[in-house]
């Protein structure tokens, strides 16, 4: 089972509507937060010890207008601090990221780069 990431980790400036209350413009402080995502996500999960039922965690990530590399970096950060033992896939919505970006050789390789990652993050942009 594919399990979508919450735009809380995901987005990181809210938008300007009404959806999002008080923080509607405002920048995300949660954006990227792996500790965060460690507590109220995997740690559930293992304790429910629902990882045979866990393909991976989708993180989707909307059109923003951060520099390529300043995401990148920050999402290489993101993925050096989580556990291993789980899977993770990247689903990037803006125009100015690419499938074949190298992010951090040892962290993220997107695909038909080698060697693999020693995570398991499959790395998707679509325009």
Same mark, same amino acid.
């Not at 500790?35 to 293992?46: A, D, I």
């Not at 039922?53 to 951060?66: A, C, K, P, S, Y």
């Not at 556990?83 to 100015?96: I, K, L, T």
């Given at each position: ?5 919450w735009?809380?980790?995901t987005? $990181?400036?809210? %938008?300007?509507?009404?959806r999002y209350?008080?923080?509607a413009g *405002?920048?995300?402080?949660r954006?990227?937060? #792996?500790?965060?995502?460690?507590e109220?996500v995997?740690t $559930?999960?293992r304790? %429910? ?8 965690f989708?993180?989707?990530f *909307?059109?923003?207008?951060m $520099? %390529?590399e300043?995401f990148?970096s920050g999402?290489? *950060?993101?993925f050096?601090?989580l556990?291993?033992d789980?899977?993770? #896939?990247v689903? #990037?919505?803006?125009?100015g990221l *690419?499938?074949?970006q %190298? ?16 995570r !398991?993050v499959?790395?998707? !942009?679509?325009h």
């Amino acid at each position: 089972m594919c399990f979508k990431v919450w735009e809380e980790i995901t987005i $990181p400036t809210f %938008a300007k509507h009404p959806r999002y209350g008080v923080r509607a413009g *405002q920048p995300n402080p949660r954006f990227l937060d #792996a500790k965060l995502f460690e507590e109220l996500v995997l740690t $559930p999960y293992r304790e %429910a010890k629902f990882e045979p039922h866990t393909d991976v965690f989708l993180f989707e990530f *909307q059109r923003h207008g951060m $520099p %390529a590399e300043e995401f990148c970096s920050g999402l290489d *950060q993101f993925f050096v601090m989580l556990p291993c033992d789980f899977r993770y #896939a990247v689903e #990037a919505w803006n125009p100015g990221l *690419q499938c074949n970006q %190298a992010i951090n050789n040892n962290v993220v390789r997107p695909e038909g780069l080698e060697p693999p990652t020693p995570r !398991s993050v499959v790395w998707c !942009s679509i325009h």
